[in-house]
């Protein structure tokens, strides 16, 4: 049974707690704070692993290797210009999209697993 809490949109954009909604899920870019400032609850169990990053990484090269594809069939750019371009626009997008999809997953293990009782 799924428990309620803050709205899953809420938890990945403002990086809050996935019970209250209120305080902050992170301590720090990507540590989790070992509990929520406004309602106790206790982050330290919720650990997501390498998820997010896969989940980030899976779609970010095939996007990568289409573009720089596509940019290659239309401008026929110098080489120098894609070992610019891809590794900054790689970096870029995994690192504004790796917390909140972190946070995401956070609010699903919150909301679909027994964490606290798991930690007994």
Known sequence: MPKSGAPILLVALKGRCPRCGI??????????????????????????GDGPAFFI?????????VSALLLELKVEPPLWVHMVVW?????????FTLRPVKAIMIALQY????VEREEK
């Open 111 to 114: 909301r679909y697993r027994d």
């Open 57 to 65: 990484m899976m779609p970010l090269c095939i996007l990568t290797a």
């Open 87 to 95: 590794p900054l626009f790689i970096a870029a997008v995994a690192g």
């Open 23 to 48: 305080g902050p899920l992170f301590d720090g870019y990507l540590r989790v704070a070992p509990a929520c400032g406004h309602c106790g609850l206790k982050l330290v169990g919720h650990d997501t």
